[in-house]
Nanobody, 123 residues
Framework: QVQLVESGGGLVQAGGSLRLSCARSGLTFSSYAMGWFRQAPGKEREFVAAISQYGGTTYLADSVKGRFTISRANAYNTVYLQMNSLKPEDTAVYYC????????????????WGQGTQVTVSS
């Protein structure tokens, strides 16, 4: 059974930083493109960032460009989301996701999901 487990969420003041981690079990991690999504209260889930299987290609939503970075360490079966200059509007549950079909598929509809981790940014 494939599992994705997120960690690193929490409460931070505006302007602060957090690093989210997503660890996997049950699959060959390097065969999956990975990504992050978020869902704020009362809003639909939205794409945040994605990275190709070996990290050569990344995509970031316009709302987080220049502030967030996605990276991965296949040797540790982990993908990261470094979040800097956080804003109250970044408050959401952040989900890790992946798909073996590649980065475009991750952006449009990944096949596997984690349970999410809460990020709260206070003003």
């Amino acid at each position: 059974q494939v599992q994705l487990v997120e960690s690193g969420g929490g409460l931070v003041q505006a302007g602060g930083s957090l690093r989210l981690s997503c660890a996997r079990s049950g699959l060959t991690f390097s065969s999956y493109a990975m990504g992050w999504f978020r869902q704020a209260p009362g809003k639909e889930r939205e794409f945040v960032a994605a990275i190709s299987q070996y990290g050569g290609t990344t995509y970031l939503a316009d709302s987080v460009k220049g502030r967030f970075t996605i990276s991965r360490a296949n040797a540790y079966n982990t993908v990261y989301l470094q979040m800097n200059s956080l804003k109250p509007e970044d408050t959401a549950v952040y989900y890790c996701a992946g798909d073996p079909a590649g980065i475009s598929k991750v952006r449009s509809g990944p096949s596997i999901w984690g349970q999410g981790t809460q990020v709260t940014v206070s003003s």
